[in-house]
């Protein structure tokens, strides 16, 4: 018999068996410590002690609770002595390099415990003795000296032989994380200037090393120190032209006048400086306010700001790719166009709205929207009841406010390739905002285009791979399909015009291994075709560039095409009619730099290229067949097998 026979009546009026187990839950269970137990050992030495004082107050600081938090690093064992102050300084100076978006609050901290010490020096008997001479002690922060060493120290640590060791990707990842770690301590130091830690005499001292201002025999700056000094720059330029020493500002800018066009820094560099002299000229306010320039924020302030509804523009704007990009427009059918910009998402329709942690862009596709798994639902007070119009809405609207649209791809991607389970997301545009592209075909050019240029920034060896089953497999693409090509094209077209290159350098051959993977072609033949296609698709969108040698910016992207496997093979004599036939007008200085290329690669042979001079297809190509004439004539025979 069971026991829902025995008890057919509640026990008492009112009985509920959620509120029994809801009061069990909450009374819990008492949990009894073993003997082996983990527990928190007492600090061995003195600066063991000092230092969980401070790592322990630093890893509670935050702009909200810092006059709570601060309170307890203002104690006289913190500046007792100078070793405890090293101690002290060394975590402060590693925490403000790994969150630079906080200098402004660890510069602050800085100032207010050198402060402190100075207090304490004025409470002491010694601070009213006299001296021999009868005069009154001066006081002095032993705390500021500490920082200023430790801010030099941190600025000459460069070893020449550090990268000595390190090839390819490795030596990629170290010099940016060097640069990463040498602009996040110029701006700490800009901050600890700004809160008057630091005097404008090592200010000017820091230009003036990086500059090497007034040596005319001294080597010009590395392309790092100018990267340096423009986030000093950036940060105390302000101030430093406001005072009396602005005499020494103005020779330092004429110095960036004089290297704004040398050439043994790259376009990127050069670019910065000119942003400098702009920034200055322009009473040091940034004409666009960047992410990663903004205070940080507390948290009342982001939530005040999430409460706002964003207001959804009904303008399509174009989006400027750099300082050197056209702003146009680019359709899915036609070849000609810039990059498309892609618009952020507007916030959820007025459907019942998650709260806490769990509102993010992945918990809003439900099982009938998006068929997503591991999504764990919403903690709430008290239930809300969802109806399936919700869920559509809030599934085309792509579950997210404010996020852009190259992070929704990357989100995305990843879950798709943790996900494991390589089938087809057959509702995957739900994933975006309905009306966030005029057409499905803008939309999964868009989508592709940020997935190709996503897997060649990356140095994560399997990126290519999986960016190509991700395009082919879970958007569910044949390889011959239109908007894999668009897509490629597209974002070719966007690393030229933003000039990628020069911050990734191995960016055109990782994108030549993803052609090479999406595309799956039989014969090399055919690889090939497809990429002069390519080829010519992106040189008559970026021609126009000023300062950009679009032939040779495609040239660089076909050499590094794969060759046969075998050594000696050649590429079939078809291919110079096929790649010469594919260009548009105007393109013939291409068509002939494309022939030329496989000719000096000795993946054809110059008679090859001689015999074809006598076809009908080279008699309506003349004006190629003229270039070819005057360049074959100049290559040696020795680069032509017999």
């Avoid at 490795?170 to 809160?195: C, D, H, M, P």
């Avoid at 008290?382 to 809030?394: G, N, Q």
């Avoid at 089938?423 to 995957?428: D, F, G, L, R, S």
Wanted: hydrophobic share 35%; aromatic share 6%; proline share 6%.
């Amino acid at each position: 018999m069971a026991v829902r026979d025995l008890h057919k009546e509640p026990p008492y009026p009112g009985f509920s068996l959620d509120e029994v187990l809801r009061k069990r839950a909450l009374r819990g269970a008492t949990l009894s410590r073993g003997d082996n137990a983990w527990r928190a050992a007492s600090a061995k030495t003195q600066d063991e002690g000092i230092a969980r004082i401070v790592q322990g107050a630093l890893n509670k600081l935050a702009p909200e609770k810092y006059s709570d938090v601060v309170n307890q690093l203002l104690i006289p064992a913190v500046v007792a002595s100078e070793r405890s102050m090293e101690v002290a300084i060394d975590l402060i100076f590693k925490k403000a390099l790994l969150e630079p978006g906080y200098s402004e609050m660890y510069a602050r901290l800085c100032y207010d415990m050198a402060t402190y010490e100075l207090r304490l020096q004025a409470q002491s008997p010694s601070a009213t003795t006299p001296l021999s001479d009868g005069s009154t002690p001066k006081k002095s922060s032993k705390f500021r000296e500490n920082i200023i060493r430790c801010a030099h120290r941190e600025f000459q640590l460069t070893d020449p032989h550090q990268f000595d060791d390190l090839e390819g990707e490795e030596l990629e990842e170290a010099k940016t994380s060097l640069i990463k770690r040498k602009k996040a301590n110029i701006t700490f130091v800009g901050q600890l200037f700004l809160r008057k830690v630091l005097s404008q005499t090592i200010m000017h001292q820091i230009i003036q090393n990086i500059l090497k201002t007034g040596d005319a025999k001294a080597e010009l700056p590395e392309e790092i120190d100018i990267e340096v000094l423009n986030a000093l720059l950036e940060t105390v330029g302000k101030t430093l032209d406001q005072n009396e020493h602005r005499e020494r500002i103005d020779l330092h800018f004429d110095r960036l006048k004089q290297l704004k066009d040398h050439p043994k820094y790259s376009m990127r560099i050069r670019f910065k400086i000119m942003n400098l002299l702009d920034l200055r000229s322009n009473m040091w306010e940034p004409r666009v306010m960047r992410a990663d320039n903004q205070a940080p924020t507390t948290l009342q302030e982001q939530q005040s700001k999430q409460s706002v509804a964003p207001t959804p523009s009904s303008s399509s704007a174009t989006l400027k790719l750099g300082p050197r990009s056209p702003t146009a427009s680019c359709t899915p059918n036609g070849r000609r166009g810039g990059m498309q910009r892609f618009p952020s998402t507007s916030q959820f329709p007025d459907s019942p709205q998650p709260t806490g942690a769990a509102n993010s862009s992945n918990a809003a596709a439900s099982d009938k929207a998006g068929g997503w798994r591991n999504v764990s639902a919403p903690q709430r007070e008290s239930p809300v009841a969802y109806t399936p119009a919700d869920f559509i809405s809030r599934a085309n609207n792509n579950a997210s406010k404010d996020i852009p649209f190259d992070t929704r791809v990357k989100n995305f991607i990843t879950e798709w390739v943790n996900e494991g389970t390589n089938e087809p997301v057959a509702t995957w545009r739900n994933r975006f905002k309905q009306g966030e592209f005029e057409t499905d075909d803008e939309l999964c050019q868009a989508v592709i285009a940020e997935a190709v240029r996503e897997a060649c920034i990356v140095t994560k060896k399997e990126a290519q791979r999986e960016a190509c089953s991700f395009i082919r497999v879970a958007l569910n693409l044949d390889p011959d399909d239109e908007h894999i090509a668009l897509g490629l094209g597209s974002a070719l077209v966007r690393a030229v015009e933003e000039g990628i290159k020069e911050d990734v350098p191995k960016f055109y051959e990782r994108f030549v291994q993803v052609l090479h993977l999406v595309t799956e072609k039989d014969t090399i033949l055919e690889l090939y075709c497809d990429a002069a296609k390519l080829l010519y698709v992106t040189e008559e969108q970026i021609r126009a560039i000023e300062g950009l040698d679009a032939v040779e910016e495609m040239l660089e992207v076909w050499r590094l095409l794969p060759r046969p496997e075998n050594a000696a093979e050649k590429l079939p004599d078809l291919v110079v009619s096929i790649v010469v036939n594919l260009r548009e007008s105007g393109q013939d200085e291409l068509a002939a730099a494309l022939i030329e290329s496989l000719v000096q690669s000795e993946l054809i042979e110059k008679s090859i290229v001689e015999g074809w001079f006598s076809t009908p297809s080279a008699a309506q190509s003349q004006k190629v067949v003229t270039i070819l004439k005057e360049r074959l004539d100049a290559i040696p025979s020795s680069s032509n097998p017999q």
